[in-house]
């Protein structure tokens, strides 16, 4: 959690994972496609670039309040494959800003067992954000706290392309390949599949993300848009979560 000093603390590793039917379930994995920064500086008559710097604001707010939840994971959708195609400059703005929050938080992630995981292509991004997740992933890889993947320059289908491409690199005979085998070669190899999608702003689309790993996923859509989106609307996302029944294809 943020401490009212803006300090980070860890989760507690004694909370609830779904498993525990004795209180309300935690998914263990949450990932979260970070809609509506634009809209929320328009209704503000402010640039979007405004929209996106609250909505990186929010990060902060959002990682502590999961960490303090018991969350093992936590996927945020960063920028997409798909982003590439806005304008320019609202890329280019977008960019830099990610630096700036990889450069300022990553440290104190650090200093509270935060592992940072990067998730998707690096070779488009500038050598100077290529260093920093570089950095962030490299310094946090022994942490046994909170999971944070950040999904930048991420597309699921690039995801199931790339693996497959890299397993014909490799080798692996026909007869080797299993849905366990081909999960090793995607980004979140070292993640669980994901238990709970939230998506703000109000849509219902997925939007390309974690195609492979929210095949059972429960889905909520908040019309929270980003920036606004943390504490009671979290809350929320939970208690309707625990209202699942999740039968996994099965019969009970």
């Not at 669980?192 to 219902?204: A, E, H, K, S």
């Amino acid at each position: 959690m943020v401490t009212q000093s803006g300090q980070y603390m860890t989760a507690n590793p004694q909370a609830s994972k779904c498993s525990d039917i004795t209180s309300p379930a935690i998914p263990d994995h949450v990932a979260i496609i970070m809609d509506g920064n634009g809209r929320w500086a328009k209704a503000r008559d402010l640039d979007i670039s405004e929209g996106h710097h609250a909505g990186f604001e929010n990060l902060r707010r959002v990682v502590a309040d999961f960490a303090k939840r018991g969350i093992g994971y936590l996927t945020l959708y960063a920028f997409s494959t798909e982003n590439w195609d806005r304008p320019e400059s609202e890329v280019n703005g977008i960019l830099q800003l990610a630096i700036a929050v990889i450069a300022n938080e990553a440290q104190q992630l650090h200093e509270n067992n935060v592992r940072i995981m990067h998730l998707g292509r690096v070779d488009r991004l500038s050598s100077e954000l290529r260093a920093e997740l570089e950095q962030a992933v490299t310094m946090t890889a022994s942490n046994t706290g909170l999971t944070l993947g950040i999904a930048f320059d991420y597309g699921g289908r690039a995801e199931i392309t790339n693996a497959a491409k890299q397993m014909i690199s490799d080798g692996v005979a026909i007869d080797e390949i299993d849905e366990a085998k081909f999960a090793s070669y995607l980004y979140t190899s070292a993640m669980p599949d994901v238990d709970l999608l939230i998506r703000t702003g109000g849509d219902f689309r997925i939007s390309n993300f974690l195609l492979w790993q929210t095949a059972y996923s429960e889905f909520y859509s908040s019309a929270i848009l980003w920036p606004d989106f943390y504490g009671e609307h979290i809350d929320r996302a939970f208690e309707s979560f625990n209202e699942r029944q999740r039968r996994f294809g099965k019969r009970v």
